[in-house]
């Protein structure tokens, strides 16, 4: 009966101090070590080069259903979910999600389980982004869909100013598309 009970106090007591190590992610200093170390600490997947900002909550409940690529940017007080919970009576459902290298997701974005965002996508500020959104778009509001093609990804490699000059159209973009189908 002794063995029954031990493996239960062993899980909370891990899942106690994952916990612990996520408060201490929000707030403490080193967006590009720190952060990242105590979250991989949690089981969260993440790449090289990836900055996390202060106040970003990354799922307490399933930190492992989350994967984010190398040279990410995670913005100030954004939260990643991968799970729902109902309350005790009902199942907690969890899923994945996914983050692409080169993606770049602005402060107070809200990512919501079975997401998955593509190579070189720029997540708005402000946005909920659920399903999955395409590699090299600007994703955002008003609402919430693909703004532009990025041709050129918001990383340290690259300024913002070669990230802008960058960006085309959507309908430019199908406009070009038609006219080299037409020569």
Request: charged share 20%.
């Amino acid at each position: 009966m002794g063995n029954q009970v031990q493996p239960k106090k062993d899980i909370m007591l891990i899942n106690s101090f994952k916990h612990f190590l996520h408060k201490l992610a929000r707030f403490l200093p080193g967006g590009y070590s720190i952060r990242p170390f105590l979250h991989r600490l949690r089981g969260v997947k993440i790449g090289k080069n990836v900055w996390i900002s202060q106040y970003v909550y990354l799922d307490d409940a399933n930190p492992e259903n989350i994967s984010i690529g190398d040279n990410c940017t995670i913005g100030l007080n954004s939260s990643i979910y991968t799970h729902f919970y109902w309350g005790p009576q009902q199942k907690n459902i969890a899923s994945h999600v996914i983050i692409e290298d080169e993606v770049f997701i602005g402060p107070h974005c809200l990512i919501l389980p079975n997401t998955h965002i593509g190579k070189g996508a720029v997540i708005k500020g402000g946005t909920v982004v659920t399903g999955k959104v395409p590699a090299n778009t600007l994703w955002g509001l008003p609402d919430a869909g693909p703004l532009a093609k990025v041709t050129v990804p918001l990383t340290a490699a690259h300024s913002y100013e070669e990230f802008v000059r960058g960006l085309r159209s959507i309908k430019e973009a199908k406009g070009q598309g038609q006219k080299e189908k037409g020569k």
